[in-house]
């Protein structure tokens, strides 16, 4: 299989609380919730990195979708990694995202592998790491 993964879909409970928190907390370019002329079909996409896009859609349509019940959920099941270019990016990320409500499960600090990270929940539990790894650069 070529890596070719172009979209990544979290299930949310709340699409609209979910789209304010990505759009208007984070920042993220969006064109906002689309597909609401289908059931089962309102989504909202946001652009990430070229060629990368994150899709948010309620779980219930989800579990539509795949005809898989819906189950409880578990932030343990994936983290999502935002890397970026210093310590003081990792620090600046954290405290956006906890301003546009996330709850900080693991403040900013430094790691036993050498680099500094921390990691924060969206509104539906979703992990994400915010991380500096020293031996990664990147180009902006």
Not at 129 to 137: G, I, L, M, R, T
Request: hydrophobic share 40%; glycine share 10%.
């Amino acid at each position: 299989m070529k890596p070719r993964i172009s979209v990544l879909t979290l299930g949310v409970d709340d699409l609209e609380r979910s789209l304010k928190f990505y759009k208007d907390g984070l920042g993220l370019p969006t064109q906002g919730i689309v597909g609401q002329e289908f059931e089962h079909g309102a989504v909202a996409f946001f652009d990430l990195q070229s060629g990368l896009k994150l899709a948010i859609w309620n779980r219930k349509d989800i579990a539509h979708d795949t005809s898989i019940n819906l189950t409880p959920k578990s932030p343990t099941e994936f983290t999502i990694g935002h890397n970026v270019g210093s310590k003081e990016e990792v620090d600046k990320v954290i405290e956006q995202a906890r301003m546009a409500g996330a709850i900080i499960a693991v403040p900013a600090q430094d790691t036993f592998w050498g680099g500094y990270s921390g990691y924060f929940q969206d509104p539906d539990g979703h992990l994400w790491e915010v991380v500096w790894n020293p031996a990664w650069e990147f180009a902006e």
